[in-house]
């Protein structure tokens, strides 16, 4: 198995080198995990892609290249330039550093990366590792993850995510903000909101007096609804949510339709 590993944190992220220890584990000896990072941090990019300007790629060792672009990006510079030759059978995006469960699933670049690989055609997972009280400090705060990662993805891989005429299948994993042996077990679950806890801004002034405005996040340890992510990552699980990249309100259709037509 040839194994694309991207994520929005980073080339030299320490999630990423978990990701790339989850790969080699599920590549085997006979497989290849390669590796195209954005050069530079690009959280909160989701599915960007530098449609206006050109990028630079820089290999860094052989099958690790950094490329000046978000991870949608990365992910098109691995299937139609690096690896083209031999593209990658699956795609993983990670392991972020912090949860993006809820909300924080429409800002993610990490998320932008597994989507990618998807509408490339290609199976594709994005994991992010939960911070909380019991892991922040850690030693290792991907702990979960690192140990956990290798089997989920064997069993989403038996399951499968069929390509179809729509739009491809591909996986949000968020590993709970606890150490390896208190994850419960895994919850397929839908993808909740957390009331009340959106982005918002907060002014700040320069040294020399001018005014700049910070983009800030809201109490990332708020549940969200019953049978969804942030809720069972809160309680231990880990939370994974099947996705595609449709953006229709289909439970709308009919009702809008008798409306507008």
């Not at 064997?154 to 729509?166: A, C, I, N, T, Y």
Request: with cysteine.
């Amino acid at each position: 198995m040839r194994i694309l590993i991207t994520n929005d944190d980073g080339i030299n992220a320490p999630g990423l080198e978990t990701l790339h220890a989850i790969a080699s584990e599920l590549a085997g000896g006979d497989g290849e995990v390669w590796t195209v990072a954005p050069a530079f941090e690009q959280s909160g990019v989701a599915h960007c892609i530098s449609y206006t300007r050109p990028m630079m790629v820089s290999e860094l060792a052989p099958r690790r290249f950094a490329a000046e672009g978000s991870p949608a990006d990365c992910v098109l510079v691995a299937i139609h330039d690096v690896m083209k030759d031999a593209p990658p059978d699956l795609v993983l995006s990670g392991v972020n550093r912090g949860n993006n469960s809820a909300e924080n699933a429409l800002y993610s670049g990490t998320l932008g990366g597994a989507m990618e690989g998807a509408l490339q055609g290609l199976p594709a997972v994005a994991m992010s590792q939960y911070y909380g009280p019991a892991n922040f400090r850690a030693e290792d705060p991907f702990e979960a993850a690192r140990y956990h990662g290798a089997a989920l993805l064997r069993r989403l891989l038996d399951f499968g995510s069929e390509p179809g005429p729509d739009y491809r299948l591909f996986y949000n994993v968020n590993f709970p903000p606890v150490p390896a042996a208190d994850v419960k077990g895994t919850r397929v679950v839908r993808q909740g909101r957390r009331d009340g806890t959106g982005f918002a801004v907060e002014p700040q002034l320069s040294p020399a007096g001018r005014r700049f405005l910070w983009i800030r996040g809201g109490d990332q340890q708020r549940p969200t609804g019953p049978d969804t992510d942030a809720t069972v990552n809160l309680d231990g699980w880990i939370s994974v949510t099947p996705m595609r990249a449709d953006l229709t309100a289909h439970d709308t259709i009919s009702t809008l339709g008798e409306l507008l037509e």
